[in-house]
């Protein structure tokens, strides 16, 4: 979402059977369909491909994730086992769309776009911490909340008027910082508590992030990627 800080690796390909003619699958029969042919996995890969799990965010500036990223650094430390998100990733959801057929995004695209132009910048920081159920850790958001809100209010109607059924939970504005082994949950806890006392600087929204996220497609930590980006303007 924002520019990369590090480079991760993806899960190394299969590789074909040397001995197997590469045009020949001995395991094909000619009288079941292709996807009673394909194995459960190939045909559930199939699917994901055809679909796209998407949500539209915030990001901070690298100057607030910088200064959070230096309280929390002893807590990399401290709790290597928990499952810490990547610094560049870091991001405030206004709207969870879920699993998308993928010719469904590109309608979001001009009335986002449009909404961002429209839209003067809020005004944000970061502050405290906190968990979900023992499991996930956060920092939570001072600043004009009542402009986020705002923000995310017409962010979903976007997505509603665009005919895109998803889950419309009440916002809780948080910056998700890492998850707790199903082992150790008390890790999510301490680094909590010892986040108790932080104030981050103020920042203005920049841009307005349509995301797609590859959760559940491999093994590894999360990763994102911005489908689209578009300036506040405030006209």
């Known amino acids: 979402m924002t520019q990369a800080r590090g480079q991760g690796t ?18 094909l029969d000619p009288d079941r369909s292709p996807d009673q042919n ?11 491909a055809a679909t796209v799990r998407v949500f539209i965010a915030l990001a901070p500036p690298d100057e607030a994730k910088d200064e959070l ?14 499952r810490w998100n990547r610094i560049e990733d ?24 449009d909404l961002a132009a429209s839209h003067g910048p809020v005004e944000l920081a970061l502050r405290g911490g906190g968990h979900f159920d ?34 419309d939970r009440p916002l809780r504005p948080h910056l998700t910082l890492a998850r707790a082994r199903r082992d150790d949950r008390s890790s999510v806890v301490d680094v909590a508590a010892g986040l108790a006392g932080f104030t981050g600087r103020p920042w203005r929204t920049q841009r307005l992030h349509l995301v797609a996220s590859d959760f559940g497609r491999g093994p590894g930590p999360i990763r994102y990627r911005d489908i689209e980006a578009w300036t506040f303007g405030g006209r």
């Not at 394909?38 to 994901?48: A, G, H, L």
């Not at 929390?72 to 928990?82: E, H, Q, T």
């Open 134 to 167: 023992e499991r996930v850790l956060w920092s939570g958001i001072d600043g004009d909340v009542d402009g986020l809100h705002r923000l995310a209010t017409d962010v979903r109607r976007v997505v509603k008027e665009c005919g895109i059924p998803f889950e």
């Open 90 to 113: 870091w991001h405030i959801t206004l709207a969870f769309l879920g699993e998308l057929p993928v010719g469904t995004v590109p309608p979001l695209r001009p009335p986002l776009a």
């Open 10 to 27: 993806g899960p190394a390909g299969d590789e074909r059977d040397r001995d197997q003619d590469p045009g020949e699958d001995r395991n």
């Open 69 to 82: 990223e230096a309280v929390l650094r002893p807590a990399y430390d401290a709790y290597p086992r928990m």
């Open 38 to 48: 394909r194995s459960p996995d190939q045909n559930r890969d199939r699917d994901r």
